[in-house]
């Protein structure tokens, strides 16, 4: 049977590999079927989402891809084909964002500089039963992006604000963390100057929560110095760059294998940062790994006995079982000869 390279292309990737001909047909015939079944979804979507009631006199707050453009949900390019008018954060960016969805709408600019001058436009507009699209260079307007100021107003006027869920990076890259804490803190960006920012670390250093920044990638290596500086050295990392994009890499390593990881190669700093930190232990769990830590260095100059001994009178623990976790160092790593008498 003859074969023939077959080239796949998506948004992110292109795979050559070699298949059998007679296969082709099958699998053409199969992708048109899926394309097909995926149209006719499609429009019974459409038809779901003209068919729902969208306010006037309110204002849209419209999540938008952090990379990918696929990423956008149907409802939002409804709304936004719907609204009079858009403001945004960078009208150029926008503009082409938009285009790329065949969307052409009136835009308002709204940003850092201006939002205060921006939301009163707004306010005014809505008041006339405008509806207005509130959306951001990437991802959702207001989280670590302008927009909070414009929606205050917009609710300080009694008018409706009505948020389209979307694209958020930290959350993105926290799904696929693995980290275990319950709970996650949003950051956000840091200060740019080092003890500015060592200066907000501090009082994070013992939350028992996942704790989510943001980084630009000419800051990455100062940031992550300044983490690897502040916080335990076996604590838990997450670098997630280019979240959604062609170049998306999620590293997870301890806090002392960071910056050594940033160093390997010059493509780890390329690109937008989500940056993850594992939450600090609960007391009791913190406790715990403190005795382990200080009978771990007793054990390498004393045995095992005087090594619990030492450890109880330090950390408080409890010495019999430490004498207990010492044998079992012992057996795991021949850190210190066993002795045969117990503890008092």
Same mark, same amino acid.
């Given at each position: 049977?003859?074969?023939?390279?077959?080239?796949?292309?998506?948004?992110?990737?292109?795979?050559?590999?070699?298949?059998?001909?007679?296969?082709? #047909?099958?699998?053409?015939?199969?992708?048109?079927?899926?394309?097909? %079944?995926?149209?006719?979804?499609?429009?019974?979507?459409?038809?779901?989402?003209? /068919?729902?009631?969208?306010?006037?006199?309110?204002?849209?707050?419209?999540?938008?891809?952090?990379?990918?453009?696929?990423?956008?949900?149907?409802? #939002?390019?409804?709304? &936004?084909?719907?609204?009079?008018?858009?403001?945004?954060? %960078?009208?150029?960016?926008?503009?082409?964002?938009?285009?790329?969805?065949?969307? /052409?709408?009136?835009?308002?600019?709204?940003?850092?500089?201006?939002?205060?001058?921006?939301?009163?436009?707004?306010?005014?507009?809505?008041?006339?039963?405008?509806?207005?699209?509130?959306?951001?260079?990437?991802?959702? $307007?207001?989280? @670590?992006?302008?927009?909070?100021?414009?929606?205050?107003?917009?609710?300080?006027?009694?008018?409706?604000?009505?948020?389209?869920?979307?694209?958020?990076?930290?959350?993105?890259?926290? @799904?696929? /963390?693995?980290?275990?804490?319950?709970?996650?803190?949003?950051?956000?960006?840091?200060?740019?100057? @080092?003890?500015?920012?060592?200066?907000?670390?501090? $009082?994070?250093?013992?939350?028992?929560?996942?704790?989510?920044?943001?980084?630009?990638?000419?800051?990455? #290596?100062?940031?992550?110095?300044?983490?690897?500086?502040?916080? $335990?050295?076996?604590?838990?990392?997450?670098?997630?760059? =280019?979240? @959604?994009?062609?170049?998306? =890499?999620?590293?997870?390593?301890?806090?002392?294998?960071?910056? %050594?990881?940033?160093?390997? %190669?010059?493509?780890?700093?390329?690109?937008?940062?989500?940056?993850?930190?594992?939450?600090? $232990?609960?007391?009791? =769990?913190?406790?715990?790994?403190?005795?382990?830590?200080?009978?771990?260095? &007793?054990?390498?100059?004393?045995?095992?006995?005087?090594?619990?001994?030492?450890?109880?009178?330090?950390?408080?623990?409890?010495?019999?079982?430490?004498?207990?976790?010492?044998?079992?160092?012992?057996?795991?790593?021949?850190?210190? #000869?066993?002795? =045969?008498?117990?503890?008092?």
């Amino acid at each position: 049977m003859s074969h023939r390279p077959k080239q796949i292309h998506d948004n992110q990737a292109e795979i050559t590999r070699t298949q059998p001909v007679a296969d082709l #047909a099958h699998d053409d015939n199969a992708a048109v079927a899926r394309a097909y %079944d995926t149209v006719h979804a499609a429009a019974s979507l459409a038809r779901d989402v003209s /068919s729902q009631v969208y306010p006037v006199a309110a204002l849209y707050v419209v999540a938008t891809p952090i990379g990918n453009l696929c990423d956008i949900s149907i409802r #939002a390019l409804h709304v &936004l084909g719907l609204v009079d008018a858009i403001a945004c954060e %960078d009208t150029r960016t926008s503009s082409n964002l938009l285009g790329r969805y065949g969307v /052409s709408k009136p835009l308002i600019a709204a940003h850092q500089h201006n939002e205060r001058e921006a939301a009163q436009k707004i306010v005014s507009r809505l008041q006339q039963g405008q509806r207005i699209a509130l959306i951001s260079d990437a991802g959702t $307007p207001a989280v @670590s992006d302008p927009g909070a100021r414009i929606v205050d107003a917009v609710r300080a006027a009694g008018l409706r604000v009505i948020p389209l869920p979307g694209a958020s990076a930290g959350v993105t890259a926290l @799904s696929a /963390s693995g980290l275990l804490d319950e709970q996650y803190y949003f950051v956000g960006f840091l200060p740019n100057k @080092s003890k500015q920012r060592e200066q907000a670390l501090l $009082p994070l250093l013992n939350l028992p929560a996942s704790l989510i920044f943001y980084e630009a990638p000419h800051r990455i #290596a100062e940031c992550v110095h300044s983490l690897a500086t502040l916080f $335990p050295p076996q604590r838990q990392l997450v670098l997630a760059r =280019e979240v @959604s994009k062609l170049y998306e =890499e999620i590293w997870r390593g301890t806090m002392a294998q960071a910056v %050594d990881w940033l160093a390997q %190669d010059a493509m780890h700093s390329k690109g937008e940062f989500v940056v993850i930190v594992q939450g600090a $232990p609960a007391q009791s =769990e913190a406790q715990d790994v403190e005795a382990e830590r200080v009978l771990r260095l &007793l054990l390498a100059e004393v045995g095992v006995k005087a090594a619990a001994q030492l450890a109880a009178q330090i950390t408080g623990a409890k010495k019999n079982a430490l004498y207990q976790l010492a044998l079992n160092i012992v057996a795991e790593t021949g850190e210190a #000869a066993p002795e =045969e008498d117990t503890p008092d």
